[in-house]
């Protein structure tokens, strides 16, 4: 997995900012994050990362924003 500063490419991108996003109360919360940690990809990239996050809540118990 990479880090904010050398971040990993492909599916270990989409898992490191799933990951990121984890622990946030709101959608607008998780991009803020998103963008602060992964300043350098496109908006596009972001917003599939939350998508990510939504279908893996559909597979498993859902996420509930703390």
């Known amino acids: 997995m990479g880090s904010a500063a050398e971040p990993a490419r492909g599916n270990d991108l989409a898992s ?3 990951e990121r996003i984890l622990g946030t109360t709101s959608h607008a919360d998780a991009l ?17 990362a939350l998508t990510l ?3 893996r809540a559909a597979r498993g118990p859902p996420h509930i924003p703390r």
Do not use: D, G, T
């Not at 963008?35 to 972001?46: N, Q, T």
């Open 16 to 18: 490191a900012m799933v």
């Open 32 to 48: 803020r994050e998103l963008r602060a940690a992964f300043p350098e990809s496109p908006l596009s990239v972001r917003v599939a």
């Open 53 to 55: 996050l939504a279908r």
